[in-house]
């Protein structure tokens, strides 16, 4: 007997445990030896979260994606495995232990280097496993047994020798360049951590003595608290206005520094004054002109944006604090002036402090020789993009990119394994500690402070998770892996990094047989797969300012993980953002409870039928099966030979219902592999709910009661089989309430330790009964139409009727009187050749029905019902119209698309006609 399920659905009391079994079991490891051989591989990477995080709705789309995926693979039949873990997130990590430092009035400073380690380790093992444990709570597939940490020694290993490499092959450098510096924490970052905003600002015009004359060189700045590090004044060559003056100098208001004029084409005679202060410590422009004419560079701020002594009296000052008093003490100079002017101001990523462009000496990957590869792997094919336009944003960044500046002025990350020689003041680097300096042999040897760019480990995750620079059986298996979901957030950040340091890397790692590995095999996956931004319901995006941020674990605790998983996944589809609505979650909570119903109902007929027990569960044979091919049904039977009796079914609502889940598996199995989570969920949605519980499960009731032995026991078999598959085509979507019922279904007997590990249905075109899902359809078609038509004419629930059909081909309703009978309450029904006036009726393409009922139709009532739909009926065939006869949308569309348009267009014209013909019968008011 199954085991009796609850009478009502609670997520709360079977989701934990689940959750719990599956990690418990180890069920979704993934092993490089001693499976299929010929296995296909599925692999994926989840993008790290932060060590520092906390699960949102973002994480929660991206984890319910993939987990959708790495399921539905692993029950295809795939050497399916999803590597988890988390990054060890340099500045937040850093950051949040320093704020609890401040509360306990102290600081890392105080601390010392090594204490505060110990002291972010601390905090790690404390704190850091809140979003691996809620990822577990929410049962997502991944391999826990390879769960990784960007900092452990295998890792840290890997990070150390790709530096090394990287400097051996003259791809890494040290130098002085402008970066942008965050004066909050205290660190370069990238451009790609810059965001940059566009505000109302000040223009700044300042009059400079000239050197040996009474006027002034009025110099147009937005930032007059850097002009204590101006070295020149620069511009146009050919501005007719400033040629005399070339050649001269000028003063430094304040502190009296003598600088030239000098003429460079950069300059734009139309910005300000078209004078221009050259500050190359503090301005990437000016230190390209600067180099040009070979300035000096003068630093006038420390870490903290603070200005230093040679700001003269506003030394000690905050740059902001510092323009104000600057700006106070030049009003009321001539030629001084103060105007709007709009610009953009760059902004830290983390902090919102607006960045510093400061000259600082820090570590460069030289990136065009790795980018040239990327690029080259993406040109070829061998990585896809979808959607497809993000393939464009990629190499338009890639063919314009910058030289990457890795190091951060943090404590917590890897640290750079480079050596500062006190005597020679060389640099060595090396894969170990060095016991001397490899220039000179000194002993006196100082590690670099800086750590890496956190990007760069994670960089390296597609290798390093699985051994490298080792060659591991894990990485003879595993790599490339198949595919990388994520947001376009970190496009540049990740992704674009991870194919280049792939394509540049395990070039150098020959194939599995002793091959040389291509680029085609180098790639760190073969396809990356951009999902949409979560948006609350009216389309706006979350922030804590607002106030509309979705806590994706209150959300599960209010409607279940199934529910959330669900609305997510049928909100899914490339490009599209979404909208997030509780509002569907209710809906998809309601799904749920009908899936639960349908099962109750199942196991109290199975025991009403069998109370003694002495049914063999059917079951397939895992060791034989191949998931790619055939019919995944699952006949139970208490006689094998009734059990091979169901595939050739008499009835028309058995071969409808057999064709129905093996349309829509075929349907979903399209879906998923176009990553149209959308298509698939609603179309498992429609089968469940609509064909299987509203439609076949009321059809096979009377029959589950008949007294007829055969067709009782085959009906219920039947309804058992189909069921059973559907939870199996339902489980990678809501992998909770499948793996409740189906354990149950199968009390004591499954077939495998979890419905994760059962085949997924699939079918080829000769399981497919078109002409059956036709009729089918014809029948539902009139079974709803005279619902309709008794709900207008106010027929009693209960009460039974003849109806009149008109029809040109009436076969498929008179071979299922019956059906029509039990489900519209229909008495008999008589073919005519003209339905008489004044009946309720409806008209579809291919028949016309009316209702006899002896309470007189509402003559009003049905004519603004009729005019009603003429309304609709023409809008649609006037879109329908407009589409068929656009040019451009008929080359481009595809051609079933076309054909469906036309189909309806031709159905649409019948519709009007009889609508029409309807209206006209009806007798006056």
Request: a negative charge; aromatic letters at 10%.
């Amino acid at each position: 007997m199954p085991r009796e399920l609850p009478k009502t659905y609670d997520p709360a009391a079977i989701e934990e445990q689940w959750a719990e079994y599956w990690v418990r079991e180890n069920l979704f490891h993934a092993a490089s030896i001693g499976e299929s051989a010929d296995a296909r591989n599925f692999t994926m990477l989840l993008p790290p979260p932060n060590v520092t995080g906390r699960l949102h709705m973002g994480h929660m789309l991206n984890q319910t994606e993939m987990d959708i995926l790495t399921r539905w693979h692993r029950m295809r039949g795939d050497r399916t495995l999803w590597v988890p873990g988390t990054d060890h997130a340099g500045i937040a990590t850093q950051m949040m232990v320093e704020r609890q430092l401040a509360a306990e009035k102290t600081s890392r400073q105080k601390l010392g280097r090594e204490a505060f380690l110990e002291r972010v380790w601390k905090w790690k093992e404390q704190y850091g496993s809140a979003i691996l444990d809620q990822m577990k709570r929410l049962g997502v597939s991944v391999d826990w047994s390879r769960q990784y940490f960007t900092m452990d020694a295998d890792l840290s290993r890997a990070v150390r020798e790709a530096f090394v490499r990287l400097h051996e092959q003259g791809l890494i450098y040290r130098g002085s360049y402008i970066v942008n510096w965050c004066p909050d924490c205290q660190t370069a970052i990238s451009d790609l951590e810059v965001i940059h905003e566009e505000q109302l600002g000040k223009l700044y015009t300042i009059p400079y003595g000239i050197v040996g004359s009474n006027e002034s060189l009025l110099v147009a700045t937005t930032r007059p608290e850097t002009m204590f590090g101006d070295v020149a004044v620069a511009v146009h060559p050919i501005d007719e206005r400033y040629r005399h003056l070339q050649g001269e100098s000028v003063r430094v208001p304040f502190i009296g520094r003598e600088i030239p004029i000098i003429a460079d084409p950069w300059v734009s005679p139309g910005f300000g004054t078209g004078a221009v202060k050259i500050t190359p410590a503090h301005d990437p422009n000016d230190y390209a002109v600067g180099q040009r004419h070979k300035l000096q560079s003068i630093n006038v701020m420390d870490e903290t944006a603070h200005l230093n002594e040679i700001a003269g009296p506003f030394a000690g000052l905050d740059r902001f604090e510092a323009r104000k008093r600057i700006v106070t003490q030049l009003e009321g100079q001539p030629g001084f002036s103060v105007k709007d002017h709009s610009h953009a101001i760059g902004k830290c990523d983390r902090s919102k402090t607006v960045v510093e462009p400061r000259l600082s000496k820090q570590w460069f990957v030289r990136i065009q020789p790795l980018a040239e590869k990327a690029i080259a792997a993406v040109d070829e094919g061998h990585i896809r993009f979808t959607p497809e336009q993000y393939r464009k944003t990629y190499d338009e960044w890639m063919r314009n990119i910058h030289d990457w500046c890795i190091s951060r002025q943090l404590w917590w990350g890897h640290r750079i394994p480079a050596w500062h020689c006190d005597a020679c003041e060389q640099v060595t680097v090396a894969r170990e500690t060095p016991e001397a300096c490899q220039h000179c042999g000194s002993k006196a040897l100082t590690q670099e402070t800086d750590v890496l760019d956190t990007w760069f480990s994670s960089g390296l995750l597609p290798m390093s998770v699985f051994g490298w620079p080792d060659q591991t059986p894990d990485l003879a298996t595993f790599y490339p892996t198949e595919l990388l979901v994520t947001g376009f957030d970190i496009l540049f950040f990740w992704v674009a990094r991870m194919i280049m340091f792939g394509c540049h890397f395990m070039l150098d790692v020959p194939m599995p047989d002793g091959s040389a590995r291509t680029l085609k095999d180098a790639v760190p996956f073969r396809e990356v797969y951009i999902h949409a931004l979560v948006r609350d319901a009216e389309r706006q995006k979350m922030s804590k300012t607002k106030g509309n941020v979705i806590d994706p674990i209150e959300i599960v605790k209010r409607y279940g993980t199934d529910a959330v998983r669900f609305t997510l996944a049928t909100m899914a589809s490339p490009g599209t953002d979404i909208a997030f609505s509780e509002a569907r979650t209710e809906g998809y909570r309601a799904f749920a409870n009908k899936i639960w119903n349908a099962a109750r109902f199942l196991f109290m007929q199975r025991e009403r039928l069998y109370p003694n027990g002495g049914m063999i569960v059917g079951s397939i044979d895992l060791a034989t099966v191949d998931r790619r091919e055939g019919v995944f049904l699952t006949y139970p039977a208490p006689n094998p030979e009734i059990g091979k009796q169901q595939t050739d079914q008499s009835r028309l609502e058995d071969r409808w219902i057999l064709s129905r889940i093996y349309t829509t598996a075929n349907a979903v199995n399209t879906a998923l592999e176009a990553y149209r989570f959308d298509e698939a969920a609603h179309a498992i949605y429609q089968f469940f709910w609509g064909d299987l519980c509203d439609w076949y499960l009321e059809l096979v009731k009377l029959r589950i009661e008949s007294e007829n032995e055969q067709d009782r026991t085959l009906s219920f078999l039947l309804f058992n089989a189909v069921f059973e598959s559907s939870l199996r085509m339902l489980s990678p979507f809501m992998p909770f309430i499948t793996e409740e019922i189906w354990h149950a279904f199968y009390d004591g007997h499954p077939p495998a330790r979890s419905i994760a590990l059962m085949p997924y249905p699939f079918s080829g075109r000769k399981e497919l009964d078109e002409g059956s899902e036709a009729q089918m359809a014809q029948l539902q078609s009139l079974i709803v139409s005279v619902r309709s038509a008794r709900k207008d004419a106010g027929v009693p629930e209960r009460e039974s009727i003849p109806i009149l059909l008109r029809a040109a081909d009436s076969s498929v309703f008179e071979q299922n009187l019956s059906t029509i009978q039990r489900l519209a309450r229909v008495t008999t029904f008589e073919i005519v050749s003209q339905l008489p006036e004044g009946l309720a009726h409806r008209a579809t393409p291919t028949f016309d029905v009316a209702i006899v009922y002896e309470k007189p139709v509402d003559t009003k009532a049905e004519r603004e019902r009729l005019g009603k739909e003429l309304t609709k009926l023409e809008k649609e065939k006037e879109n329908s119209d407009r589409q068929l006869a656009n040019e451009s949308f008929l080359a481009k569309a595809p051609g079933s698309v076309i054909e469906g348009i036309r189909r309806r267009n031709a159905e649409l014209t019948t519709l009007i006609e009889r609508t029409r013909g309807a209206l006209g019968n009806l007798p006056p008011e």
